[in-house]
């Protein structure tokens, strides 16, 4: 069941030091949704009715994580009503870059840091 959870609640699931959060989730700004193994930690963007997401996944469910990430995303789309929602992923990080297009992500820029960073947009229904 997809709901929203405390940032307490939400530390177990970036608890792993893959998840590039350890210890540091913000309790401020940040809405935190989850589904399972998965749970999303959604800020406003950089521009008005635009989500960021960043997603924390428990180990047990690494490789089966997208019909949960999937419920999260339409769970906070229904609530929020954004124009698009918004995840910033190393080049270098695969396994995220390709998990975020088989949850519908397209590709719509780059940050040209000394690290590459991608930027990939979600829409509800594309």
Known sequence: MTRQISVEEARAFFAHPSQGLIGNLPEGGVAYWADGPVCGAFRDFC???VLDVHCGVKPEAWGKTVPHARAILE??????????IVAQSL??????LAMNRRLGF??????????????QGWASCR
């Open 91 to 96: 080049e270098s990080n695969r396994a995220v």
């Open 47 to 49: 521009w008005p009715r």
């Open 75 to 84: 769970a906070v789309w229904a609530f929020y009503a954004p124009d698009l």
């Open 106 to 119: 397209e590709v719509i820029g780059t940050m040209p840091t000394p690290e590459r960073v991608v930027i």
